[in-house]
Antibody, heavy 118, light 107 residues
Framework: EVKLVESGGGLVQPGRSLKLSCAASGFSFNDYWMGWVRQAPGKGLEWIGEINQDSSTINYTPSLKDKFTISRDNAQNTLYLQMSKLGSEDTAIYYC???????????WGQGASVTVSS | DIQMTQSPASLSASLGETVTIECRASEDIYNGLAWYQQKPGKSPQLLIYNANSLHTGVPSRFSGSGSGTQYSLKINSLQSEDVASYFCQQYYNYPLTFGSGTKLEIK
């Protein structure tokens, strides 16, 4: 069974940093592109970015490129999202997703909640 | 960026009815379109890719169609478990972008 489990969410003060992890199991992690999507409370979905199998290609949505960094550790079957200079606008549920055939997200984690507040 | 305009924002229909959700792209996306279903309190799940291909395990009452800039998701014989929000997403070009979503309720 394909499983993606996010961790590392919580309450963080404005201007601080936070790193999310996504542990993958049930599939060959190093064969897939992986990515992150977020959803602000009561809002729609926003693609953050994606990383290819060997980390040689990372794509970001332009507005977040200077704040967020996506990385992965294939030996640990883990995807990461490093977030810096957090503001209230970054309050959201952060989902980790697997990119299957045709660059669509065919598996999603349960999400990690991040609240940015003083 | 390619803008995805989704309509309606909300929809109420009776069990057994057929509903259609529309998605319009700001430019031709050459069938690079997916539909996702997000049930309340859950993560999104893939329904349709390549505009009209049903993802594994998705009931056949869901179907997708369209081309160019206009796409639609149809749900036949609406079931209670179809209560959810539905999002379209284009993957023809970066950055990947989503529609604003359609919230489907049962009358």
């Amino acid at each position: 069974e394909v499983k993606l489990v996010e961790s590392g969410g919580g309450l963080v003060q404005p201007g601080r940093s936070l790193k999310l992890s996504c542990a993958a199991s049930g599939f060959s992690f190093n064969d897939y592109w992986m990515g992150w999507v977020r959803q602000a409370p009561g809002k729609g979905l926003e693609w953050i970015g994606e990383i290819n199998q060997d980390s040689s290609t990372i794509n970001y949505t332009p507005s977040l490129k200077d704040k967020f960094t996506i990385s992965r550790d294939n030996a640990q079957n883990t995807l990461y999202l490093q977030m810096s200079k957090l503001g209230s606008e970054d309050t959201a549920i952060y989902y980790c997703a697997r990119f299957g055939t045709y660059d669509v997200m065919d598996a999603w984690g349960q999400g990690a909640s991040v609240t940015v507040s003083s | 960026d390619i803008q995805m305009t989704q309509s309606p924002a909300s929809l109420s229909a009776s069990l057994g009815e057929t509903v259609t959700i529309e998605c319009r792209a700001s430019e031709d996306i050459y069938n690079g379109l997916a539909w996702y279903q997000q049930k309340p309190g859950k993560s999104p799940q893939l329904l349709i890719y390549n505009a009209n291909s049903l993802h594994t395990g998705v009931p056949s009452r869901f179907s997708g169609s369209g081309s160019g800039t206009q796409y639609s998701l149809k749900i036949n014989s609406l079931q209670s478990e179809d209560v959810a929000s539905y999002f379209c997403q284009q993957y023809y070009n970066y950055p990947l972008t989503f529609g604003s979503g359609t919230k489907l309720e049962i009358k």
